[in-house]
């Protein structure tokens, strides 16, 4: 089947979160698996898109009330991604560095929705599927159902797959003339708390809703930002599918970004090359146990608990243990981080930024991974420390309640029921001890990498999914 992917991000092109490595990954199964894929995203001004060769496929304008963008649909032409990679280009709304955070973003992803559809209709044919991710791309099955000029699309399947529903994409109804013309009969559908809700607008219109994890399906029935009764309604055309990760980017045996490759069969050894190199660069003791953290430092990952419980347990294992933060967000977050380091350098170090390479590297050489979350829809950080050999220490919530079991039922991590300070330090204190008895450790290390998390089962999950859809034609 022909499938369109349409998202506002996808590694390694732009990459903000999870999201990203979704749909830098999926894409390339599913392609792997006999299927025409397409994924679709804005053009950033970012390294890929100056680093490569791209073809001009189709070009236009999109009209916002009484503005009028000229855009083009470009190609990378090697297909080096693993699936055909289509940039929009707007570049007076994304002719930027960063993905988010600009005050015209509601005119930005609004005017790349109308700009892809604009060249999906004039194609000569229309895909079998559209999925849709998050809300940047929710009002897309709003307007293939109801806008008349995309007529053409009205019976063509779309999914929209939630990665994050805290964020929703809402914007006025002085703002409703920006939408391409629709019977205004159907407004109500745009509607939810008095506003225009992109990804509410979704969930209503999409053919089918999914969850990139079973439990987080489960828990934004009680919990989702004001979306509750909505996810209720439509609980019917929904389903929770736990993310994989791509196992030949994130493949301690061949990942050229470590200092020493690695196997289940000889960890110990490659394990600590890579711990040695990394403590070297942070001025750690690579004779202890290293707990990092990599994310963004905001709320909903915990990351306000971090400066707090990482003095504590610090203080509790007084040079003991070593503490790596990587990860920005939150400007007070990452103060209150820096200044853990005036009472504990040779113990504990921050990297404020993101570095890829870095990441992979403190995946391979940390002994813990902390995941304090609030709200984790699924996580990869968890995936990605297990395939390294790095034991989860997570809160039970979303996909991490889904992927790591506490190794005192016999799983593959550290487990702990409330974001709190108490609790992250009380598991901490867990895995100090647990790193004591290195023939325990090594054995949950084991379990860890030998857990198949890769995306051959998932993408045959959204293929049922999409057929189902499909038949409902």
Request: net charge negative.
């Amino acid at each position: 089947m022909e499938i369109f992917h349409i998202s506002a991000e996808c590694y390694p092109v732009a990459k903000v979160g999870g999201l990203a490595d979704v749909v830098g990954a999926l894409p390339k199964y599913q392609n792997n698996a006999g299927h025409h894929v397409r994924v679709v995203i804005p053009c950033y001004d970012s390294k890929f898109r100056n680093e490569n060769d791209f073809e001009c496929v189709h070009w236009g304008h999109v009209k916002l009330g009484s503005f009028n963008f000229p855009f083009n649909v470009l190609k990378e032409k090697t297909d080096k991604l693993g699936f055909e990679l289509y940039l929009v280009e707007i570049s007076e709304l994304f002719d930027r560095k960063d993905v988010y955070g600009y005050e015209d973003d509601m005119e930005r992803f609004l005017s790349f929705q109308i700009a892809t559809l604009d060249w999906i209709i004039g194609r000569d044919d229309v895909p079998d599927v559209i999925n849709c991710h998050d809300h940047h791309t929710g009002l897309i099955p709003f307007m293939m159902l109801y806008s008349h000029k995309y007529q053409k699309l009205r019976d063509t399947p779309s999914m929209i797959t939630i990665h994050n529903g805290l964020y929703q994409g809402q914007f006025g109804f002085d703002k409703l003339h920006y939408l391409p013309e629709f019977d205004l009969a159907h407004v109500k559908v745009l509607e939810w708390d008095k506003c225009i809700n992109s990804l509410a607008v979704g969930i209503k219109c999409a053919w089918a809703v999914t969850t990139v994890s079973p439990n987080y399906l489960n828990e934004i029935n009680y919990s989702a930002n004001g979306l509750e009764s909505l996810f209720n309604l439509v609980r019917y055309k929904s389903r929770g599918i736990l993310n994989g990760i791509d196992i030949e980017v994130w493949d301690p045996e061949k990942d050229i970004m470590l200092e020493k490759n690695y196997s289940i069969k000889n960890f110990e050894i490659g394990k600590q090359e890579n711990k040695e190199k990394l403590c070297n660069l942070f001025n750690l003791d690579p004779t202890k146990p290293l707990f990092s953290f990599i994310g963004r430092l905001l709320e909903e990952k915990g990351g306000d608990l971090l400066p707090h419980a990482s003095a504590l347990a610090l203080s509790e294992n007084f040079n003991q243990i070593n503490i790596l933060i990587l990860g920005s967000g939150n400007a007070a977050i990452e103060n209150q981080l820096n200044a853990v380091l005036d009472d504990y350098k040779g113990n504990y170090n921050t990297f404020i930024g993101y570095n890829e390479e870095l990441a992979h590297l403190i995946y391979a050489g940390s002994d813990f991974l902390l995941m304090p979350s609030r709200v984790e829809p699924c996580g990869l950080n968890q995936m990605y420390s297990l395939r390294y050999g790095t034991i989860p220490i997570v809160r039970r919530t979303g996909g991490l309640k889904d992927t790591v079991i506490d190794f005192g039922d016999d799983g593959n991590g550290i487990c702990h029921d409330q974001a709190t300070v108490g609790d992250i330090c009380y598991s901490i204190q867990r895995a100090v001890d647990l790193y004591d008895d290195k023939k325990h450790l090594n054995k949950i290390r084991k379990i860890g990498m030998s857990t198949d998390h890769s995306w051959e089962r998932v993408c045959q999950e959204y293929i049922e999914m999409y057929n189902l859809i499909i038949k409902k034609k």
